[in-house]
């Protein structure tokens, strides 16, 4: 299994500004993801992190917008920049396991108010 | 990954079996049916996957067709902490990769 803390877990933000968001998990992990969660609505997957080298963005995600750092196997940051209401969301960070290709843990999550 | 189709609400009895549904008839061979959960304000968490035998552990039994084109999950004797969101995902077994969420089902346990 692995364990996953998120930081800050919720945060109030003015228009224009940056968030950063840390995940860090108990033990190595290959694979790391961050998925958002907007109000009401089921989890989008944001970008796969990678490490050593850039983040993997899905369709509608930019790096610019969502620039997101995996400096070793056990930590990653996403940052949502330049915010707007639109961004209010609950961002999530996962992981697989190698050990565990058939289950994936999540963290509790970063609850996001841009004002 | 195929797409899969759930109710977007079930209530359910406590102690009673709930029975939640799943569609997904254009699933691939290599596909596997995973069940994951999410309590409100929580990050999701997994329950229990399959292939095409029926599974159960400690949380739940699963029960897929002999077709592979549905499945229903069962929580036996359901509690209040069992009301959340329940996703079915289909994907490819023991890759990598990330889950597709789709809408899942609003499950509300009575008292």
């Known amino acids: 299994s692995a364990v996953i803390s998120q930081k800050p877990s919720r945060d109030i933000c003015q228009r224009g500004t940056s968030l950063t968001i840390q995940c860090q998990v108990d033990s190595q992990v290959t694979m790391m993801f961050w998925y958002r969660q907007q109000p009401g609505q089921s989890l989008t997957l944001i970008a796969t992190?990678?490490?050593?080298?850039?983040?993997?963005?899905e369709s509608g995600f930019v790096i610019d917008k969502f620039p997101i750092s995996r400096p070793n196997l056990t930590f990653s940051t996403l940052t949502v920049s330049n915010m707007s209401p639109e961004d209010s969301s609950i961002y999530l960070c996962?992981?697989?396991?190698?050990?565990?290709?058939?289950?994936?843990?999540f963290g509790p999550g970063t609850r996001l108010t841009v004002l | 990954d195929a797409k899969t189709t759930q109710p977007p609400s079930m209530d359910c009895a406590e102690g009673r079996a709930a029975n939640l549904p799943c569609n997904h008839s254009t699933i691939s061979g290599n596909e596997y049916v995973y069940w994951y959960r999410q309590i409100h304000s929580q990050g999701p968490q997994y329950i229990i996957h399959g292939l095409k035998n029926n599974e159960t552990n400690e949380m739940a039994s699963l029960i897929i067709t002999e077709d592979r084109k549905s499945s229903t999950l069962i929580l036996p004797h359901a509690t209040l902490r069992d009301t959340a969101v329940y996703y079915c995902i289909v994907r490819v077994g023991g890759s990598a990769r990330q889950l597709t969420f789709g809408s899942g089902t609003q499950l509300t346990v009575l008292p």
């Open positions: 992190a990678n490490q050593g080298s850039e983040a993997t963005y």
């Open positions: 996962s992981v697989q396991p190698s050990s565990s290709y058939n289950e994936q843990f």
